[in-house]
């Protein structure tokens, strides 16, 4: 077994590598940038090695730079963890050629299936379904709109080379596929290195679904069960579970034998994902099809895990080291459901745009799964865990992901995994930047979702608008009121004693008007009951002033609410949506229609930068005239383009930046007359 293991990456995949190894009796090392000096994988490794600055191009991608630490540590393997180097075939020969062992799949594996094109060619010949389209490389913008054109549309562009969301367009005419290849094309390079794209034809109402495979060096090669992706925004996924409220029986050994006999094709070992699409419009589950192969560990590892009871970083260390897998296919059983939220730095309140900066406040619902081996331990506490790899005044940089947190629940049935998501998003305290903690809680409660009938494009079908907040019951605006009494009364009787100037200290009752949004609920707290709408509420709860995080027992059910004070009284968080609350004493309640309600500034002749960022490309010049919803200029943020549209239709009267430009937020890129 191996003595000492460097992990070539960052953040929270890191500090998961390090937990396994530590348990494992394994010493690690830990490489970082400049913008990573103080993270909490860098402090969890027994070293550290500093290999550059910020941006991963002179850091984590250098492959000498981790080969010289690996040299200068005396870590005799290494593992790449997810992006960065994992599946780069030089990297992995590098090491071999120094002598370090590689936490990976062999090299050939990695070639033919890092290769989108040449993938799909050999898993066709080992007799797994693939999808309709174009395999071969494209030449220009004119030679993919005549693929699209033959293929029908939808179709789907991709990066060869691509991974994690990138490099990837979908296309519903040939405007789209104009507007979409050439910075399919560019994502492609800036991210892998690789411009080549190639098109396959996008399947309608499409589940994703894909395969845990598991090999050893012996031949030995198995399927962990499967793994459901369907909900995602921007091809990126943001909603993981295992098993598939979709797959059945039948279908997962299907589609298992048919993975296994691709990674048998290609002489695969380690752990490794196979990704299929299915259509949901087939009643019988059979129209599955073959979409790449992630030859390295996949971000939602952690709930395969969490059902099958197996360590995935533990079994990828064993199967380097040489060791034969001590599972067979019948022993890989299903215990339970598990879900996992991604928690990114990105604002749903302001269409997802990036959100970089700060964490001025974090603290996770648990402190972070056990390491100890058992099976509670890859679980989390109470069924909660949380993979993360930032700390609490740390910030989130502009230069990698955007993810913070993984949070990862276990029960024994699918809702009461969903509940649990649901209590510990109340839970999780994030300020400083934007975060997508309501949206991921919103799709938890949504009646669709707990229906299990997902496909990619629930995202777009359920939030066409956008994401406003999840709605809330009246039952549970009952009891945010309940609260918002209980905490105003706290907040007036310590107002009266810390200053005697307001008059004897409250007596109870202490009678409220909370109005969430236009409704106003009459709220009474005594000390022997509390009333809103003049029905009895059961509340039981602590609150001293100031507090941020609070939880509530009302009417039996715990609910954990996140509270601020604001100008007309507070703001309240939970189950998914802010609600501002308007509170007044109710003898003061009438003067509040007197109120002068403050009116934004219209800034719809502005193009405004959103996020910080690059500006890659300005479409248009001064005195243009533009149409509502056009293009107009593409701004790059976290490795991804973003297309930044007029809101309305003028002529362009100044411009104000330039491309290769870095933008900070709220720059102001060209305005309108």
């Not at 380690?270 to 790449?292: K, Q, R």
């Not at 009246?474 to 009364?489: N, Q, R, S």
Request: hydrophobic residues 40%; glycine residues 10%.
């Amino acid at each position: 077994m191996f003595k000492k293991i460097l992990i070539a990456n960052r953040g929270e995949i890191a500090c998961r590598v390090i937990k396994t190894a530590r348990r494992m009796g394994i010493q690690t090392v830990a490489v970082y940038s400049d913008a990573d000096a103080r993270a909490p994988f860098v402090q969890m490794a027994d070293e550290a090695v500093h290999i550059g600055p910020a941006p991963a191009a002179q850091s984590y991608l250098i492959a000498d730079k981790i080969i010289a630490a690996c040299k200068q540590t005396g870590a005799d393997a290494v593992h790449p963890g997810y992006g960065f180097l994992s599946e780069r075939t030089s990297f992995a020969e590098a090491l071999a050629a120094e002598g370090i062992e590689f936490i990976g799949p062999p090299v050939g594996a990695i070639a033919a299936m890092g290769d989108k094109i040449e993938s799909k060619k050999l898993a066709k010949a080992a007799g797994v379904n693939v999808v309709p389209g174009f395999v071969g490389e494209i030449e220009d913008t004119e030679h993919a709109v005549r693929i699209s054109n033959e293929i029908g549309y939808p179709v789907m562009m991709k990066a060869s080379a691509g991974g994690g969301g990138k490099g990837m367009r979908l296309a519903y005419d040939e405007k789209d596929v104009r507007e979409g290849f050439e910075a399919t094309k560019r994502e492609g390079l800036n991210s892998f290195g690789d411009d080549r794209v190639f098109i396959e034809k996008f399947i309608l109402n499409p589940r994703h679904i894909e395969i845990q495979i598991l090999g050893d060096k012996h031949g030995n090669i198995l399927y962990l069960n499967e793994r459901e992706c369907s909900i995602q925004r921007r091809h990126q996924k943001v909603v993981e579970e295992a098993p598939s409220p979709f797959v059945t029986p039948k279908m997962r050994k299907a589609m298992g034998e048919q993975c296994v006999a691709l990674s048998r094709a290609v002489g695969y070992y380690s752990a490794g994902t196979v990704e299929l699409i299915v259509s949901g419009a087939d009643p019988t589950g059979e129209s599955f099809y073959f979409l790449e192969m992630n030859t390295r560990l996949q971000v939602e590892h952690p709930v395969t895990e969490a059902i099958t009871a197996i360590d995935l970083v533990e079994q990828m260390i064993r199967v380097a080291a040489g060791e034969k897998l001590e599972i067979t296919q019948d022993d890989v059983k299903i215990d339970g459901w598990a879900i996992e939220n991604r928690v990114y730095a990105e604002d749903p309140y302001r269409g997802f745009l990036p959100s970089t900066g700060r964490l001025v406040r974090y603290q996770p619902p648990v402190e972070g799964w056990t390491d100890d081996g058992a099976a509670n331990g890859r679980r989390g506490i109470d069924g909660v865990r949380v993979d993360d790899g930032v700390y609490e005044g740390g910030e989130v940089s502009m230069f990698y992901d955007p993810m913070i947190a993984k949070l990862v629940t276990w029960g024994a049935t699918r809702d009461e995994a969903a509940d649990k998501q649901v209590a510990a998003l109340d839970m999780f305290e994030i300020e400083g930047l934007g975060h997508n903690i309501d949206f991921v809680s919103a799709i938890m409660q949504h009646p669709r979702f707990r229906s299990g009938e997902l496909t990619t494009g629930f995202i777009a079908e359920e939030y066409p608008e956008g994401f406003h907040g999840a709605a809330a019951s009246d039952e549970t605006l009952e009891k945010i009121a309940a609260v918002a009494g209980f905490i105003a009364t706290a907040r007036a009787d310590r107002a009266r004693r810390v200053d005697g100037q307001l008059g004897v200290p409250l007596d109870p009752p202490g009678e409220w008007t909370i109005t969430i949004g236009k409704t106003p609920f009459e709220v009474v707290i005594d000390e022997d009951e509390v009333l809103v709408n003049g029905r009895a509420v059961e509340l039981a709860m602590e609150y001293t002033p100031g507090e941020h995080l609070v939880t509530a027992e009302i009417d039996g059910e715990m609910l954990g609410l996140k509270v601020a004070p604001s100008r007309s009284g507070l703001t309240i968080t939970t189950r998914g949506a802010i609600h501002k609350l308007g509170v007044l004493p109710t003898r003061l309640a009438p003067l509040s229609q007197h109120m002068i309600e403050k009116i934004a500034p219209d800034l719809s002749r502005f193009l405004i930068c959103p996020m910080p960022g690059l500006l890659v490309s300005l479409n248009v010049a001064e005195g243009d005239k533009v149409e509502a919803g056009q293009p107009l200029a593409v701004i790059e943020a976290m490795k991804m383009e973003n297309i930044l549209r007029a809101e309305k239709s003028g002529t362009v009267k100044a411009i104000n930046a330039t491309a290769g430009q870095s933008l900070a937020v709220d720059a102001v890129i060209l305005e309108l007359e």
